[in-house]
């Protein structure tokens, strides 16, 4: 493995042979549909009954180790696929509105999405944890391979051996190919992340086109002007409102920003935060129409755990409505090339103490003092919200440190800017 620090490269360059090819907006995908649609569980118990009804579900979680104590780790994939769950081409018009190309080869099964939503017990501020697409991980059975491979790999290797043992039919292969994509996924980012995975879900490519459909828009923030020919973001700076066809190009775009794939994954994030407070603060889901066509999407386009109670969680995810999460990038150490291929490079010693970190529960604000004056609380109050904004700035911040040291949208803001 060949190393080298150019954090750039992902900004210009995708992971084979350095050549300019279409950028992937797949990715996004999990993290804005799966969980703007089960924080729209709130809304009401129709909304309960009709995301139940029909949403298809898998057995892929197993029984691997599970959260105690109440908390949740919801692990979100985004699958940049040009197939539908069927595993048939997507339709060549809807190829079109989406700008994606028309081979359903291209993407393949990669999971370019791959967030992990840390829900507390008892509700209060989520946090999620994004996982750059190209970490340079052990995939179980196939050694060193970028993590977003773990569910093609894995996919590709199971239809061969049921082809080996004569089935022929196009659906079971499909279906139970991507049952074995979906644990070696999950196994992959259990141990990477050294954390348990308590319940998933998994969006294909069409479904952001529904979303941003539904949704009427989103507002956004830039720090800067930009332009780019390959995704067609062209964007003034400051805060904005996209329509869909311009959110697709705000989430896709990865050429002419600092750090590439890094900064794509905080517009992945930003995009989230808006959706979510639009649920929250639009009255979007109480017109029938639409909160139908966001169901749809979800039926359409979503895959869950078969151990998901929507139900009983809702409490607690319908919080997320209100931008009631804290977003953070995973750091990487530094870029290099791997098998003809550019990779980034991790320690899952640090990668864990890290997540490990962040999840850690809060700790309680000690009681103040029976007679401390008003002037004292203040002050006290101030150093923490001090102490908050430095912990944002080299923990969460977008642009807060180097290009290649992650960062995120730490506060749960939905008006950050971002590069």
Same mark, same amino acid.
């Given at each position: ?9 992902t ?31 709130g ?70 999405t ?24 052990d ?45 070696t ?28 459909d ?37 989430v ?14 905080r ?31 979800a ?75 008003r *002037? /004292? @609380? !203040? +002050? #006290? =109050? %101030?150093? *923490? /919200? @001090? !102490? +908050? #904004? =430095? %912990?944002? *700035? ?17 506060d ?8």
């Amino acid at each position: 493995m060949s190393q080298g620090h150019h954090p750039a490269r992902t900004a210009a360059h995708g992971s084979s042979g350095g050549r300019p090819r279409r950028t992937r907006w797949g990715r996004v995908l999990a993290a804005t549909v799966a969980t703007a649609l089960v924080a729209a569980a709130g809304a009401g118990f129709w909304v309960y009954r009709e995301l139940g009804d029909g949403l298809r579900t898998s057995e892929a979680l197993g029984s691997g180790a599970k959260s105690s104590g109440g908390e949740q780790n919801i692990l979100l994939m985004g699958l940049d696929s040009r197939k539908d769950l069927q595993g048939d081409p997507l339709p060549k018009d809807l190829l079109d509105k989406l700008h994606a190309g028309a081979s359903s080869d291209v993407g393949g099964y990669n999971t370019n999405t791959l967030i992990l939503l840390h829900v507390p017990a008892g509700g209060g501020r989520a946090t999620g944890i994004s996982v750059p697409r190209d970490d340079l991980v052990d995939v179980p059975g196939f050694g060193k391979r970028k993590i977003k491979e773990a569910y093609g790999l894995a996919k590709a290797r199971e239809e061969e051996a049921l082809t080996r043992r004569g089935v022929t039919d196009h659906a079971e292969l499909e279906s139970r190919g991507r049952e074995a994509g979906r644990r070696t996924e999950i196994a992959t980012v259990r141990s990477f992340l050294g954390v348990p995975v308590d319940h998933f879900a998994e969006i294909n490519l069409a479904g952001f086109y529904d979303l941003a459909d539904a949704l009427g828009g989103v507002d956004v923030c830039l720090k800067h002007a930009t332009k780019d020919e390959y995704s067609g973001a062209d964007f003034h700076a400051g805060h904005q409102t996209l329509d869909a066809q311009q959110a697709l190009a705000f989430v896709r775009q990865r050429h002419h920003l600092p750090a590439g794939d890094l900064d794509r994954t905080r517009r992945q994030q930003a995009f989230l935060l808006s959706a979510l407070h639009k649920l929250e603060h639009s009255g979007l889901l109480d017109g029938i129409g639409r909160a139908h066509a966001l169901l749809g999407a979800a039926k359409r386009d979503i895959v869950v755990d078969d151990g998901w109670g929507l139900l009983p969680m809702a409490n607690e995810l319908k919080e997320l409505a209100g931008g009631n999460v804290a977003f953070h990038t995973l750091p990487v150490d530094g870029f290099a090339t791997y098998h003809r291929e550019s990779v980034n490079v991790v320690d899952p010693a640090k990668i864990r103490k890290e997540v490990a970190a962040l999840l850690a529960p809060a700790a309680e604000p000690s009681p103040a003092p029976a007679n401390s004056s008003r *002037k /004292d @609380r !203040k +002050d #006290r =109050k %101030d150093r *923490k /919200d @001090r !102490k +908050d #904004r =430095k %912990d944002q *700035k080299e923990h969460g911040a977008p642009g807060g440190g180097d290009d290649h040291k992650g960062g995120g949208l730490g506060d749960g803001d939905a008006t950050a800017c971002v590069d």
